[in-house]
């Protein structure tokens, strides 16, 4: 069982560690680049200028269900007069055998109504018992412009320094940019992603989210390179919101997320 997860830890190490995003945007196809609020800090951090209120999430995912392999994560986010301060702190291994910890802080500010502009500076952290400790820093930067009508066009740029961890470490972190798109309707918000990463191809991912009252929401989507499909739901409860997301991969099976967070 151990060897079977260590394998599955190297051969998807790439497309899912450091990649992390909050079930919301998982459940829309993994897109986020245009969308906004507190799961931003997964995703382009321009978007945290979305935020009305204090707000801090708690997430947990569960790789491939038959697997070990889990990620947990913490989020703050805090508007301020200056601009919008968010700390992002996730987790993603395997108990006892492997450990990549990423800690993030961001600011994002607005200027003006129409553009906002967000940095994230990270610090990476790569343990693997009695074998391995290594770490490395990182810097993404993020924009959004919003438009009339309530679309947003967005850009990030995560790793702008195509950092790593050495040649002493078989850890990557993914240097990639996006360009994202989102158009809302009256119930409805219709999201989408183009994104280059420096490894591979360009992939594609699209989402929908449909509000039904106030109270609920479903979430669907896909992306492509690799082609995988996504579904999940949201439910508001006072200031609480519940989110539920599940990734389906051909090959490698099911990977079910749930959050949970509270605005102050």
């Keep these: 069982m151990i060897g079977r997860c260590l394998i599955l830890l190297l051969i998807s190490y790439e497309s899912i560690a450091q990649t992390y995003t909050g079930p919301n945007y998982q459940a829309m196809g993994h897109t986020g680049t ?19 209120r204090t707000e801090i999430g708690l997430n947990y995912q569960h790789h491939f269900l038959t697997t070990a392999i889990t990620t947990q994560a913490a989020l703050v986010g805090v508007p301020t007069r200056l601009g919008t301060f968010g700390l992002a702190v996730s987790r993603y291994g395997l108990k006892r055998a492997y450990d990549d910890t990423k800690a993030g802080f961001s600011f ?35 924009v959004q412009y919003h438009f009339e009508q309530g679309s947003i066009i967005g850009f990030q740029y995560t ?39 420096t490894a591979r191809a360009l992939g594609g991912h699209f989402g929908v989210e449909y509000r039904i009252g106030e109270i609920l929401c479903l979430r669907g989507g896909v992306s492509i390179n690799p082609m995988q499909q996504h579904a999940g739901f949201g439910v508001r409860w006072f200031r609480f919101v519940f989110d539920a997301a599940a990734t389906f991969h051909p090959r490698l099976g099911t990977s079910p997320q749930i959050g949970v967070c509270y605005a102050f």
């Design 34 to 52: 245009a969308l906004q609020g507190i799961y931003s800090l997964t995703a382009n951090p321009a978007g945290l200028t979305g935020l009305q």
């Design 108 to 142: 994002a500010r607005q200027f003006g109504p129409r553009f906002s502009v967000g940095m994230m500076a990270s610090y990476h952290q790569l343990y693997i018992p009695n074998y391995l400790y290594t770490f490395s820093l990182s810097v993404d930067m993020g």
């Design 159 to 197: 790793n702008l320094g195509n950092t790593g961890y050495g040649v002493d470490a078989y850890g990557v972190i993914p240097s990639f940019m996006r360009i994202g798109l989102s158009y809302p309707l009256k119930e409805v918000i219709i999201t989408a992603d183009v994104a280059y990463q």
